[in-house]
Structures are given as structure tokens and as C-alpha cells.
């Protein structure tokens, strides 16, 4: 066992660090994320050679300074979203010239560190004195820019400023309880932003009104919109002046749409939109909006399933009154609410489950997500530039 150099017991029940690890001298490779271990030893040192440290979504607390003092070697940290590193140990790591981190951060001071440092992952939480946040100013872009962020309990921010001189690697993005959260600020064309991003979702910012910049993601796969109370329309009537060429006219990538809890939403596009790969919508507690933005080859799509009230399908609008008579209803537990197809009733998928049963990510959750949410987020890679892990999941898909 000594000649060991890969460990990974990620997932597993465990609830204390195994005594027996820090006598792997040769370990160079070491995931414990989602297991129930609270802390780390402090003889964690003993470990010369790590150079991979992962304790994603464990309750582990502020990281000191300590605990990295003899970790010479160590080139990955990953305590996204909990974990807390300190000052003084954000100093040692810069120092080594870490390559990656995945951190939880509450403080101005610390986040005010992140751009000389190659932050990956990060949770920004309960942040105080700061009404505008720029997306620059999170990590450096010499470092290949952040791959998750969330951000949330925050009642100060008002703007996000989307700055960067460069297109980012943004994946997942995660907006939450930001109750003055007004506006998006863009310096650079929308479509030169966020290249790669692949799911946001975005519940509990009573203060947005729109969110026409969705339509400028071409990898997206998931939104997720969900208690934005003020929210009419995803594009404004300033936006909707943008010229044609400038804006998608599809989501080709979209597969999961889900919409609860926006008693204001009017419309989500004036004009129909091709939705080529969309497999599942949730629609609840939307009484004003009466118009879904599908275009007549809907029907074509055999692998769509929409689930939302009955009563509010039966007063929806529909250009072509063939379009909706084209879809089945299949009863659910809940009398009131029902799923609608085209064709057979569309094989339910793992991914489906991960984002629109019950299992929607939520802050907070104590719980480590299922192995099966899993997504491609926290890409490492070693000297050589191969991929060594692809690691992060959603906080709440248990």
C-alpha cells in the first residue's frame, strides 16, 4: 500500500478521514468529496507528494494555513461549494503555484484575492457593502477563467457587470436568494461571453425583470427559473430593438426548460423559436403567460414532454390550434397537473430526473449529490495538459 499513488473514495459512507492515509508517502491523488468527513488531520502533511486534493460538498469549514505548509507538491484544491480557505493559505498556494482551486467565499477581503489566483470553482455567499460585482474580478483570465459559479444570500448586490476582454469558460451558472439582484451589465457583445455555458438557473431574485441574454447561449442545455416574482418577459422591449443577425433565433442545445413561480412572466419570446433538442418542460404557477414560443414542427419532436397544470394547458394560445391537438395527456400523482407529448410517452432519462423531478438543485442542502448528477465542471488537467478529472455535481441532487 505504501507504493500507492491514486486513492479516490469519493461517494462512499465514511464519516471520519481513514488514520490509515497518512501513510501513503506516495499518494499523489486523493478524492473524498461527497463522503461524510467533516475534518482533515492535520497530519494531512505527512502526504509529500499530493498533488490532487478533492473534498468537493464536504462540511470541512475554514481550511488554515497550517494544513498546507508541507503539502510542497499539492497543484489542485477542490472544497467547492462549502469549504473556506483562509488568507494566509490562499498566500501559500499562490506561492506554489497552484494550478486550481474550488472554494466557498463570504468575505470581501478574500474575494478581492481571487484575481491573482486560478480559481475554478467558487461559491460566492452572503457578501456584505457590495452592490456591483464583476465577473472579472473573480479570478484571472491567464488562468483559463472560472468553469461554476454560484452566488447567493446576498441583499446588496444589485448588478452583475459582465466585463471580461475575453470569452470565458463558464459552465454553470447559479444565481440564488439575490433579492436586489436589478440588472445584467454587458461591456462586450453577448454573444462573445459565455460560449460554454451549458446551465443557469436562477430562483429567488425577486428584483429581475428580464433575461434576454439566455438567447445568446448556444451550448446551453438547462435553464431553470424559479421565484423571480418580478419577471414579465426574458426579453425586454429595449432588447427586442437588437438587430435580428445579433440574436439566435433557436436554443440548439436546449434540452431541459423549467419555469415555476413567475406570476408576472407574460411571454418568454415574441416570436416562435426552434427548439431541435428540448426534452423536457416544467411550467407551474405562470397564470399570465399564455403562449408557448414553439414553432408548428414541434409535433415533430417525438422525445418532448411537458409537464404543468391542466387547466393552464387547456387556456393556452396557440397560432396553429393543430399544434396542441397534436399532444397527449398522461395523468401524474397530482390530479391538477399533467404531462403532455407528441407520440409514445418519452422514456424518462437520469439527466430529466437530475434537473425536473424533485431533485432540482437547492441551496443549502446538507446532503452530497448522487454520483449519478455528475457533470462535466472542474476539468484538471496535469503537466502534459490530459485530462486527470472532470469533477463537480450539483449540491442538492440527492
Not at 427559473?225 to 433557436?250: F, G, H, S
Not at 416570436?271 to 405562470?286: E, G, R
Not at 442542502?365 to 449519478?372: A, C, I, V
Request: charged letters at 25%; glycine letters at 4%.
Amino acid at each position: 500500500m505504501s507504493n500507492l499513488t491514486y486513492l479516490n473514495l469519493s461517494f462512499t459512507e465514511i464519516c471520519e478521514f481513514p488514520a490509515a492515509i497518512i501513510f501513503l508517502c506516495n499518494l499523489e491523488f486523493l478524492d473524498i468529496s461527497c463522503t461524510r468527513i467533516n475534518s482533515l488531520p492535520n497530519m494531512l502533511g505527512n502526504l509529500k507528494k499530493l498533488k490532487y486534493l478533492f473534498c468537493g460538498y464536504l462540511r470541512l469549514g475554514e481550511l488554515q494555513a497550517e494544513l498546507f505548509s508541507s503539502l510542497h507538491s499539492l497543484q489542485m484544491l477542490d472544497v467547492y461549494p462549502y469549504g473556506y480557505v483562509e488568507s494566509n493559505a490562499l498566500f501559500i498556494l499562490r506561492r506554489r503555484g497552484v494550478k486550481g482551486i474550488g472554494m466557498c467565499v463570504s468575505s470581501n477581503y478574500i474575494l478581492e484575492q481571487l484575481s491573482n489566483l486560478p480559481i475554478v470553482n467558487i461559491n460566492i455567499k452572503y457578501i456584505d457593502g457590495l452592490s456591483t460585482l464583476r465577473f472579472s474580478s473573480l479570478t484571472s483570465e491567464e488562468h483559463g477563467g472560472l468553469k461554476e459559479l454560484q452566488i447567493s444570500f446576498s441583499v446588496v448586490i444589485q448588478n452583475l457587470v459582465i466585463n471580461n476582454r475575453s470569452k470565458t469558460s463558464l459552465k454553470l451558472l447559479r444565481l440564488y436568494q439575490l433579492q436586489n439582484l436589478g440588472s445584467f451589465v454587458w461591456t462586450i457583445q453577448l454573444k462573445e461571453v459565455f460560449p460554454m455555458l451549458q446551465i443557469v438557473q436562477i430562483e429567488a431574485c425577486f428584483s429581475l425583470t428580464s433575461l434576454h441574454w439566455v438567447f445568446h447561449l448556444p451550448l446551453l442545455r438547462a435553464l431553470l427559473l424559479q421565484d423571480c416574482y418580478k419577471m414579465k418577459e426574458l426579453v425586454n422591449e429595449e432588447e427586442r430593438e437588437i438587430k435580428e443577425n445579433d440574436v439566435i433565433a433557436t436554443f440548439p442545445k436546449l434540452k431541459y426548460l423549467k419555469i415555476v413561480r413567475l406570476p408576472k412572466l407574460v411571454e418568454i419570446s415574441s416570436c416562435a423559436i426552434d427548439f431541435p433538442h428540448l426534452s423536457k418542460v416544467h411550467l407551474k404557477d405562470c397564470p399570465n403567460l399564455k403562449r408557448l414560443p414553439f414553432k408548428p414542427d414541434i409535433v415533430n419532436n417525438q422525445s418532448l414532454l411537458i409537464k404543468c397544470e391542466r387547466k393552464w394547458w387547456e387556456r393556452l394560445e396557440w397560432d396553429d390550434a393543430n399544434v396542441q391537438s397534436q399532444f397527449r395527456s398522461n395523468n401524474t400523482e397530482d390530479k391538477e397537473i399533467a404531462e403532455f407529448f407528441v407520440g409514445n410517452v418519452p422514456t424518462e432519462e437520469e439527466e430529466i430526473a437530475e434537473f425536473f423531478v424533485d431533485n432540482v438543485p437547492a441551496f443549502g442542502q446538507k446532503d452530497p449529490p448522487r454520483k449519478s448528477g455528475r457533470h462535466e465542471i472542474f476539468e484538471v488537467c496535469d503537466g502534459d495538459g490530459a485530462p486527470v478529472l472532470s469533477h463537480s455535481d450539483d449540491d442538492a441532487t440527492c
